[in-house]
């Protein structure tokens, strides 16, 4: 596609549900990353991907955050027993290489 | 890990005024780049620019590498301008990641 787009925009979940953010990156992109915004703030890194590897995972916050590539290209952020702490926006970056960074529109959590 | 820190965190300016936003950062980068993220959320990439100077339009950016900063410079400010800015690195000797400052919230007034 011409961008990278993010799945669902926004999610509400109650505390104690799992969740699955969805990211489709540029096409033939070959970096992955995953970022948590919270209001006000600025993106956290979470995790990234080199094609279907995930290289660093130290961002992760827990156990209960899982980030899967399993092809390359698509990729998902998988929250499980959602907390209120978790309620941000998610962002998902792509890169070709070593440069840029093109972010998606993001899905904002929230957690009830 | 590397620290990056964003000045003025506040920017209040009339339409058609020049500003000039910074990014210090704590230790040397092989990545610098800079982001406008708009009302809407959305992140903008401005400019990729790990050392020299780099012109778009009304913007432009310089990082000294050397002294660990870099400067983004908005002429001729519009409303469209308005959002928060974000400086971004990769320290040189680390994993993959982009660490983001702090960020400069711009608001342009008509």
């Known amino acids: 596609g011409a961008g990278v787009s993010q799945s669902p925009r926004y999610k509400v979940a109650k505390r104690g549900q799992d969740v699955a953010l969805r990211c489709d990156p540029i096409s033939g992109h070959v970096s992955l990353f995953w970022y948590q915004q919270a209001l006000g703030q600025g993106p956290e890194f979470l995790t990234y991907f080199q094609n279907e590897a995930q290289l660093d995972k130290s961002g992760l916050p827990s156990d209960r955050f899982f980030a899967e590539r399993p092809e390359g290209s698509v990729s998902t952020l998988k929250i499980q027993r959602t907390q209120q702490e978790d309620s941000a926006v998610y962002l998902c970056a792509s890169s070709p290489g070593w440069e840029k960074l093109f972010f998606g529109s993001g899905t904002q959590l929230s957690v009830l | 890990g590397i620290q990056v820190e964003q000045s003025p965190p506040d920017l209040i300016l009339q339409e058609g005024a020049n500003s000039t936003l910074r990014c210090n950062f704590s230790d040397s980068v092989n990545n610098l780049q800079w982001f406008h993220q708009n009302p809407w959320g959305q992140l903008i990439n401005l400019f990729y620019i790990p050392s020299g100077t780099k012109q778009n339009g009304r913007l432009s950016a310089t990082t000294v590498a050397t002294e660990r900063y870099s400067l983004l410079y908005i002429s001729s400010s519009q409303t469209t301008d308005s959002g928060v800015y974000f400086c971004?690195?990769?320290?040189?000797?680390?994993?993959?990641?982009?660490?983001f400052g702090t960020g400069t919230r711009l608001t342009i007034i008509p």
């Open positions: 971004a690195v990769r320290a040189n000797f680390g994993n993959e990641k982009l660490t």
